[in-house]
């Protein structure tokens, strides 16, 4: 499957799941014995927040197999995640990787407003490069998702295998279910 043809299945399975209350992804015993027998092929890799208002599979209506996941809060890109990013897009060979933020979220809210020790304190830290002094929730999202896909532009153009892989970026709305593109 190439990236485009992933996305447009992504996009479609979102607008069935904002425009309609029954989950259409495949999560069938015979889907679960086929991927436990054949392994797993996602064609996307998503890096989201690990908020529990976000549910990956039901917002793009994709069922057991079809999208590899990774949950960090405020989906502030690690050294680790990185490595763990790139290591699920060669092994899988997945032709899109999608950087979602989402509106509402918590941590980066604690993140600008509250107390900035341990963690909340190195979020902090990539915020302000990714937003420099910006304080409005909803736009640091946004900056941080852009800093977050450029970022991994730049790593995987490194890697020749890895060079065509299609990043994009995404809001998700908490409310409306929406993503919007980005
Ligand atoms: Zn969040």
Known sequence: MTAEESLNILKEGNRKFYTS?????????????????????????????????????????????????????????????????????????????????????????????????GFLASVNEELKKAAGPEKDLEKVCRLNVRRDVQLLREIFRQTPELAKTKIVGAIYNIDTGEVRWI
Do not use: W
């Not at 529990?52 to 680790?80: C, H, K, M, Q, W």
């Not at 699920?88 to 604690?110: E, N, S």
């Open 21 to 117: 209350s029954v989950p259409t992804g495949d999560i069938s015993p015979d889907r679960r014995h086929f991927t436990a027998d054949r392994g797993q092929q996602p064609n996307a890799i998503l890096i989201t927040c690990c908020d529990a208002r976000i549910l990956p599979e039901a917002i793009f209506s994709t069922g057991i197999g079809d999208l590899l996941s990774f949950r960090i809060p405020g989906n502030v890109l690690t050294p680790y995640l990185l490595s763990s990013v790139k290591f699920a897009a060669r092994q899988f060979g997945a032709p899109l990787v999608i950087l979602m933020g989402h509106t509402h979220c918590d941590t980066l809210k604690a993140a600008l407003t509250g107390h900035m020790e």
